[in-house]
């Protein structure tokens, strides 16, 4: 790579950084292109020239974070499946429910900036404003659609309706969990709440596995 498409891509990545960082701050209509410029230290033209547009940037913010996490979930999807017919039995709901959690909250802890990332999808979903939320959605809905297939597989007893519904709660408690570990210390306790991801997905993956299973 020559030294023009190095700082090309060092532009890019920090367009990227602040576009994330301030999404997550200030949600996506509330930030500028110009705060985005201000702390990424270039000039609209950068913008313009690697992204052309507001809306094309923030979807870029998306795929860089949830493709590479989607593929490492999908994979370990894949494999709890293959493993499964192998045996002639059906998939394990625990393996099937940390084939997506342990990546997901690996993924904040291993990746710099992955919290920002994490944050800005959480407030998407309480913002009027549908644009975060129909592309990030467009991305996950292949794999929630291989998670709700494996599960069900998995739960054969259960209808698919009630496997649907307890994925929500599960993906629910996944990401209220992200968003409260490190960000707050809770009334309930009187000290900080942050646990490293090993120490989650321990609790975790027990409590929503006794959910799925219910009766």
């Given at each position: 790579?020559?030294?023009?498409?190095?700082h090309q891509a060092d532009t890019k990545e920090r367009i990227l950084d602040a576009a994330e960082y301030l999404f997550a701050m200030?949600?996506?209509?509330?930030?500028?292109?110009?705060?985005?410029?201000?702390?990424?230290?270039?000039n609209l033209a950068a913008v313009?020239?690697?992204?052309?547009?507001?809306?094309?940037?923030?979807?870029?913010?998306?795929?860089?974070?949830?493709?590479?996490?989607?593929?490492?979930?999908?994979q370990?999807?894949?494999?709890?499946k293959a493993v499964a017919q192998r045996k002639g039995k059906k998939p394990d709901i625990k393996s099937v429910l940390s084939a997506f959690i342990e990546p997901t909250l690996k993924f904040?802890?291993?990746?710099?900036?992955?919290?920002?990332f994490f944050t800005f999808i959480g407030r998407s979903f309480t913002d009027p404003d549908t644009t975060v939320r129909d592309v990030f959605m467009r991305y996950i809905?292949?794999?929630?659609?291989?998670?709700?297939?494996?599960?069900?597989s998995s739960l054969p007893d259960h209808s698919e309706d009630?496997?649907?519904?307890?994925?929500?709660?599960?993906l629910g408690a996944l990401f209220h969990t992200i968003h409260l570990c490190g960000h707050m210390k809770t009334e309930f306790i009187n000290r900080e709440v942050?646990?490293?991801?090993?120490?989650?997905?321990?609790l975790i993956v027990p409590y929503v596995t006794s959910g799925m299973k219910a009766k």
């Amino acid at each position: 790579m020559n030294k023009i498409s190095v700082h090309q891509a060092d532009t890019k990545e920090r367009i990227l950084d602040a576009a994330e960082y301030l999404f997550a701050m200030d949600g996506y209509r509330g930030t500028s292109l110009r705060e985005i410029t201000g702390r990424a230290t270039v000039n609209l033209a950068a913008v313009n020239y690697h992204f052309g547009s507001k809306k094309i940037l923030v979807e870029e913010v998306i795929k860089r974070r949830l493709l590479p996490l989607n593929n490492i979930r999908q994979q370990r999807l894949e494999q709890v499946k293959a493993v499964a017919q192998r045996k002639g039995k059906k998939p394990d709901i625990k393996s099937v429910l940390s084939a997506f959690i342990e990546p997901t909250l690996k993924f904040k802890e291993a990746n710099p900036g992955a919290e920002h990332f994490f944050t800005f999808i959480g407030r998407s979903f309480t913002d009027p404003d549908t644009t975060v939320r129909d592309v990030f959605m467009r991305y996950i809905k292949p794999l929630f659609m291989l998670l709700h297939e494996t599960a069900c597989s998995s739960l054969p007893d259960h209808s698919e309706d009630i496997i649907f519904w307890r994925l929500h709660f599960t993906l629910g408690a996944l990401f209220h969990t992200i968003h409260l570990c490190g960000h707050m210390k809770t009334e309930f306790i009187n000290r900080e709440v942050d646990m490293d991801a090993d120490s989650l997905i321990n609790l975790i993956v027990p409590y929503v596995t006794s959910g799925m299973k219910a009766k």
